[in-house]
């Protein structure tokens, strides 16, 4: 017998797990066939201190850093950066099961455009133990694509509860590093010296991802490497119309 059961073709929704970590993500979901759905996301998290995320006082416990000094020094470093995020994601998704709609185990064939400003002042120590403020900024976009399994259910005549159940995705990330500041005081070796220090933090065995360049009025560099992301566990509650 023919499905001919009425079902909502279109829902909204927020994802609660996200919430956890301050960051706020909603879709838009859209029935393009009895079993395909178009799904349209925006995520962002203001500017925030790294410190004062969620996630990283699990990190430094996961970390089990071996003395309160060690700890203690480890979250001031982290008070000295922010982190902003924002997220725009686009997924076509598959549905399987008998009933009709976004109902059911699904398959995600996704992209996703990120955008990250990070902010952190760090301080150079030259020749004679001279500091110099480094004030660093970072503008980073990444774009990538992946695949995701989740489920969706109608638990109420309007009410969907979706979960992510596992998914990843992998591109390109790219972007501008600064830190505006007075260099012009640096001897030569000196800004060799910066310059492979600011590299080697984004370096990842003989791959070098950042090209810096040390002038009078501060360090610039070039990001160019790998963007990828994880997608699980995520409950999303939405309504149907």
Do not use: C
Request: proline letters at 2%; zero cysteines.
């Amino acid at each position: 017998m023919p499905d001919t059961e009425v079902f909502r073709k279109n829902s909204v929704k927020m994802n609660l797990s996200s919430l956890a970590f301050r960051n706020y993500s909603f879709t838009y979901e859209r029935t393009l066939a009895r079993k395909i759905t178009f799904v349209a996301g925006y995520s962002f998290m203001p500017s925030s201190q790294i410190s004062s995320l969620p996630i990283v006082d699990k990190a430094i416990e996961i970390a089990d850093i071996s003395s309160d000094e060690e700890t203690d020094s480890f979250e001031e470093d982290l008070k000295k950066g922010n982190v902003g995020t924002s997220a725009i994601t686009g997924e076509l998704r598959f549905y399987s099961g008998k009933k009709a709609g976004a109902r059911g185990l699904y398959v995600s064939l996704y992209g996703r455009y990120t955008t990250v400003d990070l902010s952190y002042l760090d301080t150079y120590v030259g020749d004679f133990d001279i500091e110099h403020d480094l004030p660093y900024n970072a503008e980073l976009k990444g774009f990538g694509g992946g695949i995701m399994f989740g489920a969706q259910w109608l638990i109420a005549k309007r009410v969907t509860l979706d979960w992510y159940i596992v998914g990843a995705h992998y591109g390109k990330l790219s972007g501008n590093l600064s830190a505006l500041t007075d260099l012009s005081m640096l001897t030569e070796q000196e800004r060799a010296d910066l310059k492979t220090e600011v590299e080697d933090l984004f370096t990842i065995g003989d791959k070098k991802y950042v090209d810096a360049t040390i002038k009078d009025n501060g360090m610039f560099g070039k990001l160019n490497g790998p963007f990828g992301g994880v997608r699980a566990f995520g409950f999303n509650l939405g309504i149907a119309f």
